[in-house]
């Protein structure tokens, strides 16, 4: 794919889940073109890798951001750069369902945000019941603060109390209740 003059194509590596849903808020933030996300499955090295576009100027903030956003990072210059590195990355599933991963953020109308927010809401629940490590970076890390993770928790709470999934919201507010007290066992 040929980009504008003095963009470049880069493929940014996360090592946990807590670090690549940083990586995600962060380029989201800053309007970063993600040309494909993907999360990789058991017995990977890795947690999952972004495609990103970005002005070749750009570079270098990106590499200050390395190790607290990212694990590791591969510029793809040239073609035949691009298709070594989805090659390698084939041996870790990342080309199978790599479009159940992915989807637009410029939903057109009302139906689109709420089939998004679902979808959302949805893969954020999968994580949490199915990965340990992502559930305890949740509860102990600091990368948001103790009212950001509950009011995170309080919506999906009421997502799920919406469509009447009791056992999810309990399950929610276990996770809400040890934030808390991880919170008060940091300040004893």
Request: net charge negative; with cysteine.
């Amino acid at each position: 794919m040929t980009f504008k003059k003095g963009y470049i194509e880069v493929c940014l590596t996360t090592e946990d889940g807590i670090q690549h849903l940083r990586c995600h808020g962060w380029l989201k933030r800053e309007r970063i073109l993600i040309k494909a996300e993907q999360i990789f499955g058991k017995g990977s090295n890795d947690f999952g890798m972004f495609i990103i576009v970005i002005p070749s100027e750009e570079l270098y903030e990106i590499m200050d951001l390395k190790d607290d956003m990212f694990s590791s990072f591969e510029v793809m210059s040239k073609e035949e750069e691009r298709w070594s590195s989805y090659k390698k990355k084939k041996n870790k599933d990342f080309i199978q369902n790599i479009s159940s991963f992915m989807f637009s953020l410029a939903p057109e109308n009302k139906i689109d945000i709420d089939d998004f927010i679902s979808k959302a809401n949805e893969a954020t629940l999968k994580m949490f019941k199915t990965s340990n490590e992502f559930r305890g970076d949740y509860v102990i890390n600091d990368f948001m603060t103790v009212e950001e993770k509950i009011n995170d928790l309080d919506t999906l709470i009421e997502f799920f109390e919406f469509k009447e999934r009791y056992e999810d919201c309990a399950y929610l507010m276990k996770i809400r209740d040890k934030i808390i007290a991880n919170e008060k066992f940091k300040t004893k």
